[in-house]
């Protein structure tokens, strides 16, 4: 259920409406986007690089990481090293370095480097995340952004940091191709320790508002496997969203004709693709002037029309049902006296963890716990399928929330 103001509710039954909507549209999404890859030159028997690139900044525990310069306290709360690099909140660790930094916090050459690779993208932000929980951070590093020839588009070298997470804005620069970022390690904020990064990539994100915004067509709908009944079915929707593309302010630069690809003027020339992510708000204008918004979903483009004749860009959208459609599986097993419920979240961890979609969350009926299935496994298939057989099951459905959390639900 959406949950509205008392003022939202007046506004959107008033005879006279002030209708409002906004878009989101992140233009690098690092859970959907299969070419972005992580490497380092130098790190620890176990680290996890490619959560360098899981927009999370915070390591949550005192990894066990053994150090015969300075040992860990035996005393403290200590983990063991994740042993899975998927996206959860307690399996955080990042890149730890394979080679301590010496007793001045210092390395020498060959310096650590982390080497993240993508398809041409934006940059407008740089950030550099150590770990907030050992209050451990780069003192001295070089960050370079590379184009698609390995020509240098920019580069830093900063000394004296002393912020666990250092960013930077580098709008100026204009960087619409960039395809690879490069971090190295020359000093760290503690001695004869290991260099512990969090998070070394940004999002480029645009907010559109008002009259940059032509059309937002939401379509919500059920798809039945058999009969009429409401039951067994799953949801797929989608929008269809119109964008002036006269003129508007990219990244601070006013610009004509901002969407068209071939455009070489406009810094989103590389990032008309598919795969980007939109969340689209409708909502009413209120008594006091201010504005007031409900979220409709979360969709990934498919392909755009964006003509050079054209004042429009037009493109649809679905839901992440239509991202479990086009990916297949095979379940590695024959479950034996398993639930419903167990066997739904065997699903979707798989999805989560090899399509994958390290942002996927869900919430499951536990009336599904009271199904026990004596024998569960799937011949080739696609996720979509699953969960629509796991729906059928139960005689409930599948859908995805406003709020991009997979619901699969069984009706009182």
């Not at 006269?246 to 990032?271: C, D, E, F």
């Not at 498919?302 to 599986?329: C, H, K, P, Y």
Request: proline letters at 5%.
């Amino acid at each position: 259920m959406v949950t509205t103001s008392a003022e939202f509710t007046a506004a959107s039954t008033a005879l006279i409406r002030r209708p409002v909507a906004k878009v989101d549209i992140t233009w690098s999404d690092p859970f959907i986007d299969t070419s972005i890859q992580a490497t380092t030159n130098n790190q620890g028997r176990i680290a996890w690089p490619k959560q360098t690139f899981n927009l999370n900044e915070v390591i949550p525990h005192n990894w066990f990481v053994l150090n015969d310069s300075n040992p860990p306290n035996l005393g403290d709360s200590l983990y063991a090293c994740p042993d899975t690099e998927a996206l959860q909140i307690d399996n955080e660790m990042g890149w730890y370095t394979g080679t301590p930094c010496d007793a001045s916090a210092e390395w020498s050459a060959p310096y650590p480097a982390l080497t993240i690779t993508f398809s041409e993208r934006v940059i407008d932000t740089l950030l550099v995340a150590g770990s907030d929980y050992h209050s451990e951070y780069p003192v001295d590093f070089t960050v370079q952004v590379f184009g698609e020839f390995d020509e240098v588009l920019f580069s830093e070298d900063v000394t004296a940091n002393d912020s666990v997470s250092w960013t930077k804005d580098i709008t100026a620069y204009n960087i619409s191709s960039a395809t690879k970022m490069v971090l190295t390690l020359k000093k760290w904020s503690t001695a004869l320790t290991f260099g512990k990064i969090a998070e070394f990539y940004t999002t480029y994100k645009t907010t559109l508002y008002g009259d940059d915004i032509i059309s937002i067509d939401v379509l919500e709908e059920s798809e039945v496997t058999t009969g009429t009944l409401p039951v067994g079915n799953i949801s797929s929707n989608e929008i269809r969203l119109t964008l002036q593309n006269i003129n508007r302010v990219v990244s601070g630069v006013n610009t004509k004709h901002p969407y068209i690809p071939a455009n070489p003027n406009t810094i989103l020339q590389n990032m008309i693709r598919p795969n980007r992510k939109i969340i689209p708000y409708i909502g009413f204008g209120l008594p006091d002037n201010s504005k007031e918004y409900v979220r409709m979903g979360t969709f990934w483009t498919m392909d755009w029309d964006v003509s050079q004749f054209s004042g429009e860009a037009t493109v649809q959208a679905r839901d992440r049902m239509e991202i479990l459609r086009q990916n297949e599986f095979t379940l590695p097993q024959v479950y034996t006296s398993i639930t419903l419920y167990d066997f739904a979240e065997v699903i979707l961890n798989l999805a989560k963890n090899t399509i994958p979609m390290y942002d996927l969350a869900w919430s499951i009926s536990t009336d599904l716990q009271l199904i026990n299935i004596q024998y569960a496994s799937f011949d080739k298939s696609t996720y979509f399928e699953a969960l629509k057989n796991i729906a059928a099951a139960c005689l409930g459905r599948v859908y995805m929330s406003k709020n991009d959390v997979l619901i699969i639900e069984v009706p009182s």
